[in-house]
């Protein structure tokens, strides 16, 4: 990768007024991580700053500093006054849900992220497959520019790359991964606080729902594919959001009984979301994913498609 690029960012960010950082629907942890480690950084430089993330981040996250700033309505955001959009963790910026707008406007992007499926969209691109998390990227941008790390920018950088490597257990993780992790928590970073909030933080509420979704777990032999099923009837009824649901695909995968792991659920917005999942080093399911315009990584995946789920025959299926 040519160094330039993290000069180019950083001599961007200087000269812009009014930065708007946005993120990916639904945010992972990786998403928010990225975003707060962002507003950190543009606060520490006197910027002036908006997040926007089209949907609010599951309660889990909301330790991390400056997730209770991220707006969820695009009217919130004054885009005729917005000189630079920041899309963190973002395969396209579609998946920001503000892409019309930042379009319409010709606002300069910065595109960093970490999806092999990202389609180098934006004025400057710093994409990564082979890192761990898009906040190990944000790392190694603060480090080549000589911006000193501190204790709120590691926590959310570790907290970027334990929620994205499902505790350093995905392929993903290499040597590299853990000796950033040391560094943060050199720096301060509290992994007893991040691993708190982001893997032991599941209520009596959230666990029945994903005991509803193991009820329904089903296994295509044909396609050697496992899945369950949640429509909006199921989540109304379960008293589940749709972030709530981060991390149940993740559970799943801890099958050994099939290729790959898909859970289906209603938006309520007339879409079905799909998260796929697989644990085997010859599969790839960013490219099952982008069959239906969605992306991600290897062994994580996820793609949206318009219909409801509907049991036809004994078969779910999306009309």
């Not at 209520?203 to 909006?232: C, E, H, P």
């Not at 009837?233 to 991390?247: C, D, F, H, R, V």
């Not at 898909?262 to 079905?272: A, I, M, P, T």
Request: aromatic share 8%; hydrophobic share 40%.
């Amino acid at each position: 990768m040519d160094k330039k690029i993290y000069s180019q960012i950083l001599d961007k960010i200087k000269s812009s007024r009014n930065i708007l950082i946005t993120t990916h629907e639904n945010p992972d942890g990786d998403a928010v991580a990225s975003v707060c480690v962002a507003a950190e950084l543009l606060g520490g430089l006197g910027k002036k700053y908006y997040i926007f993330c089209n949907d609010k981040p599951e309660p889990g996250l909301l330790f991390l500093p400056h997730a209770e700033s991220i707006a969820t309505k695009a009217d919130d955001i004054p885009f005729e006054t917005i000189d630079l959009v920041i899309a963190l963790d973002c395969s396209k910026l579609e998946r920001s849900r503000i892409d019309e707008q930042i379009r319409r406007a010709e606002i300069f992007t910065i595109n960093i992220d970490h999806h092999i499926s990202n389609c180098q969209f934006g004025n400057l691109s710093l994409v990564d497959p082979d890192a761990a998390a898009t906040t190990q990227i944000i790392y190694e941008f603060l480090k080549q520019v000589k911006i000193s790390i501190n204790r709120v920018m590691a926590n959310c950088i570790l907290t970027g790359i334990i929620t994205d490597t499902g505790n350093f257990a995905y392929a993903s993780t290499d040597s590299h991964t853990f000796d950033v992790a040391s560094e943060m928590l050199i720096k301060g970073a509290n992994v007893r606080e991040v691993l708190n909030y982001t893997s032991k933080n599941k209520n009596l509420r959230i666990l029945k729902a994903w005991g509803f979704a193991l009820s329904r777990l089903q296994y295509n032999k044909k396609y050697d594919i496992v899945f369950t099923v949640l429509t909006q009837e199921n989540l109304q009824g379960l008293g589940i959001a749709k972030q709530e649901l981060e991390g149940l695909a993740n559970f799943f995968n801890n099958l050994k009984d099939a290729k790959i792991v898909l859970v289906l659920y209603e938006l309520g917005d007339g879409c079905v979301k799909g998260s796929l999942r697989t644990n085997k080093d010859n599969v790839d399911v960013s490219r099952l994913a982008g069959i239906f315009g969605g992306g991600g990584h290897k062994k994580a995946a996820g793609f949206e498609i318009e219909g409801k789920l509907e049991k036809i025959n004994d078969n779910w299926q999306i009309v």
